[in-house]
């Protein structure tokens, strides 16, 4: 399902129009993208968290040449499913 798609059933779910949609999603997205720079956790109920950690430098062996690297730190984004989700997934493969 590609950004249009997406818009458009969710309007449709939603009985807005395809723009007020689009304009709610994007600022959605906006304070999405802000709380997540800002390293909290985001729940969102009977879906998921979205939660950022910070990855420690660590000290690596390349495969091949045995040559020791640093890789340097970074902020990773984790997902965790909700258990309500996980529960209908469950139930939707069953069928």
Not at 4 to 12: C, D, P
Not at 25 to 35: I, W
Request: hydrophobic share 35%; charged share 30%.
């Amino acid at each position: 399902m590609d950004n249009r798609q997406f818009i458009k059933a969710l309007s449709k779910a939603t009985g807005k129009s395809a723009k007020e949609t689009e304009l709610l999603l994007t600022d959605f997205m906006a304070v999405f993208r802000e709380r997540i720079t800002d390293m909290d956790t985001i729940a969102i109920p009977g879906f998921g968290s979205f939660e950022t950690k910070k990855r420690a430098e660590r000290v690596t062996t390349h495969p091949s040449t045995q040559q020791r690297i640093i890789i340097p730190p970074k902020i990773v984004m984790n997902f965790k499913m909700s258990n309500v989700l996980k529960q209908r997934m469950r139930d939707d493969n069953k069928q």
